[in-house]
């Protein structure tokens, strides 16, 4: 969609070579044969060998119920937050500086609307509806990225979204390219190609704005001093604090825990805010030889649980705004069905004629 | 000033302007579905919008490039017509705004596919095929919410009666344009009557005809859609981005 509009340097360390590894391994086990569970076998003991061999669990198979649940919860909080999200980059789509931008980010929005289609799709095959996930969504009982309830404040902001936050969800996503549930899998691949480009697209605004004028330098490095802790913290709290990590690992629905994937992210951002000439607001951020990785300051967790809790910036914002489109839309989807019955009848009479 | 560039100005500035409108649906569109849907027309436009008036710059010859021609002109220099600057109102409103605008650009683009001018006819080419997607994508709401049920009904008889008025503007004769769009009336009221009349609403009759935009005397709405679309172009001049 974005074809090559903006030829910009390509942020270094890409991920895209380990998704499209990913894809290859899930070719290649499509291809090993799975032999069916045996009728009247141990289906917890097929599960676990399935799970174990590195094998797809598909919609038709037997599942322990717990981790239905909590998959149709990660799934659908995944697909919440892709629909909360359009709204702090769209908030910039009307004021967008020069057409190329706002063609590039109309479509970025756009894939992530799509991009939450899909993930309720992939939901579905759990044996949930999409109606009900929205509802559970606009009700409040389940969540989405508490990174959505900060506020866009500046153009450079739409290019932090993208490089810093589109960034850290692909450290998160492209391990889940592997994960042991098929449409989960096969949904984040397709995800994380996408998310590649507008990681690309926000590294490559900030890059503009950084060799700009001295203003739109500002603008960036401001927009960087507050995405950049809330970035970190979108990779949950602390490994000794979360709550799911042990048995999601142990089901291969997630494989890394949150501080490594946090480190991976550090690691990775060292090198492109030096290549892009912006600072990361951490003065404790170091190499260490001995861990051959970064040291850095945590994000605040005591922010981010009162964030996850209601009291961010703009959680009642983002709510009120995605109750108030569904309300309002109510009497137009009530329209299509009602026209869609008319006709349904209208086709069975000319069938009977 | 010839009148290819005056043509290319003017189509340029509806596809800008109702690109600008149709983005606002974005994250509010009444289904996820139709959300995404809104977005392709919006950026079907906004292309279509970048080609015009990147090349009336050129026509023009005065170093103005698609960007210094959508955000450093005024209302009054804009040459867009009235339907594409009038707020979204509701879905039912919006969809009257799409069904009109695609009806006419349909068979205008298709003209404009024909013409002598080779940049003006591959614009033509190019947008036909995405004008015939928006004109069956607001047939079929116009459809759906005429006949669905009591309140869609009341709903998209008010928004037809509500834009019908400043259809007459896009048909004013343009004798020594590539294309006079005055040749297109038959088309577009073929097209719409027959939507209309499956739709159970009724055309409404002809009193008011607003029009001005395309001598750049709008409506009051235009100027604030403007003050928001260049606000941060015009904060820093001369930057890139």
Known sequence: MYGNDFPGEDPPGGLLGEVEAAEAALRAAAARDRGAAEPGGDLAAYFAEVVDADQKIEPRDWMPEAYRRTLIRQIAQHAHSEIIGMQPEGNWISRAPSLKRKAILLAKVQDEAGH???????????????????DLLLSGRQKYSSIFNYPTLSWADVGAIGWLVDGAAIVNQVPL????????????????????????????????????????????????????????????PPDGDSTHSAQSMAWKIKR???DELRQRFVDMCVGQAEALGLRIPDPELRWNDERQAYDFTEPDYDELMRVIKGNGPCNRQRMEHRRRAHSEGAWVREAAAAYAAKRAVKEKEKVAA | MSVNFALALALGDDALIAAQRLAEWSTRAPEMEEDIALSNIALDQLGAARLLLSYAGELEGAGRDEDALAYLRDDREFRNCLLVELPNGDFAVTMAKLLVLAAYQVPLYTALAGCPDERLAAVGAKARKESAYHLDHAALWVKRLGDGTEESHRRMQAGVDQIWPYADELFAAWPDAPVDPATLRPDFDDTVTAVLAEATLTVPEVGWTPAGGRDGVHTEHLSYLLAEMQVLHRAHPGARW
């Open chain 1, 116 to 134: 939450g289609l899909y993930l309720y799709a992939a939901a579905e095959t759990l044996g949930v509806s999409r109606d009900e996930l929205v």
């Open chain 1, 177 to 236: 390219c592997r994960c042991s549930y098929g449409p989960y899998a096969r949904a984040m691949i397709r995800v994380c190609k996408e998310e590649s480009f507008h990681q690309r697209q926000g590294y490559e605004i900030l890059h503009t704005l950084a060799h700009g004028t001295p203003a739109q330098k500002a603008m960036a490095q401001d927009s960087v001093d507050r995405w950049w802790y809330p970035s970190l913290a979108m990779f949950g």
């Open chain 1, 256 to 258: 890394f825990s949150n």
